[in-house]
C-alpha cells in the first residue's frame, strides 16, 4: 500500500509564498500529481512530477525528491482565490494515483 | 470537447435503494477511473477501465457496487441497496494513455445522500 502525508491546514496572507509538503511511501513509484480543489467542485490539475527536481508553471511549483518520498508544492503571490484543498496524489505500480487528505489552504487579506 | 461530464449531480435516495451514476469522459480518452470523496478527504479510488475493460477495483467496492464501460466510452456506477455510509460524493475522471504529464480530467461528480 502506499502511505501518503500533508498538513491538514496552512493559512497565509494574500500576496505572500506558501510551501504545501507532501511525504509519501511506496513501492514501484511512478509519479506523483498536484491537484486544486476548491469546495464542492472537482479537482483539478495543476503538476506532475516523475523526475526528480523543480517544474514551474506560472504562480505554482511543485517539487519532488524521489529518494526522501518527498514532495512540495510553491504558491507564489498568493490571490484570495487560491483558498482551496490542495491534493497530493501518487502513483506507483499500475495507473492508479492514491489521493493524500487534502492541505486546506486559507489565504486571508 | 466539454470536459468529463457526470449526471445526476445530486441523488437523495432512501436506504435500501438502488441508484445508477453516468460518466461521459473526453471522448479521445482511453481510460475512466471512479473515485469517491467524503468530507475532508482526499479522493478514494474505487475502479479503473482502460477501454471497456475493468482492469482494476478496489476493494472498497463491496459486491453492491457494479461499474461498466460497455462500448469504451460513456461508463455507469450502480449501487444496490444503499446504506447510509455510501453517502459522498462520486467522481469520475479521464485520461489518455499517453499523456501523463496532463494528468486526470475530473468530472464535477455526484453528490449522493442516503437518508
Known amino acids: 500500500g502506499q502511505n501518503i502525508d500533508q498538513p491538514t491546514e496552512m493559512t497565509a496572507t494574500e500576496g505572500a509564498i506558501v510551501q504545501i509538503n507532501c511525504t509519501y511511501q511506496t513501492s514501484g513509484f511512478n509519479g506523483l500529481f498536484w491537484y486544486q480543489q476548491h469546495a464542492g467542485e472537482a479537482p483539478t490539475f495543476l503538476s506532475y512530477n516523475v523526475l526528480d527536481g523543480l517544474e514551474e508553471k506560472g504562480r505554482f511549483s511543485s517539487f519532488l525528491s524521489r529518494s526522501k518520498g518527498y514532495s512540495y508544492l510553491l504558491l507564489k503571490e498568493l490571490q484570495m482565490k487560491d483558498s482551496a484543498s490542495y491534493l497530493c496524489?501518487?502513483?506507483?505500480?499500475?495507473?492508479?494515483?492514491?489521493f493524500g487528505r487534502g492541505t486546506s489552504l486559507i489565504v486571508h487579506p | 470537447d466539454t470536459g468529463v461530464s457526470q449526471n445526476p449531480r445530486h441523488k437523495i435516495t432512501k436506504r435500501g435503494q438502488n441508484v445508477t451514476f453516468r460518466c461521459d469522459p473526453i471522448s479521445e480518452h482511453n481510460r475512466l477511473y471512479w473515485y469517491r470523496q467524503t468530507l475532508g478527504q482526499g479522493p478514494e479510488f474505487l475502479t479503473y477501465f482502460q477501454n471497456e475493460a475493468q482492469l482494476e477495483k478496489s476493494r472498497l467496492l463491496s459486491d453492491r457496487f457494479s461499474a461498466e464501460r460497455p462500448k469504451g466510452s460513456f461508463s455507469t456506477l450502480e449501487i444496490q441497496r444503499t446504506e447510509q455510509g455510501d453517502s459522498a460524493m462520486y467522481l469520475c475522471?479521464?485520461?489518455?494513455?499517453?499523456?501523463?504529464?496532463?494528468?486526470?480530467?475530473f468530472g464535477s461528480g455526484t453528490r449522493l445522500t442516503v437518508v
Open positions: 496524489a501518487v502513483r506507483a505500480r499500475g495507473y492508479i494515483p492514491t
Open positions: 475522471a479521464s485520461s489518455l494513455e499517453s499523456r501523463d504529464r496532463y494528468g486526470y480530467t
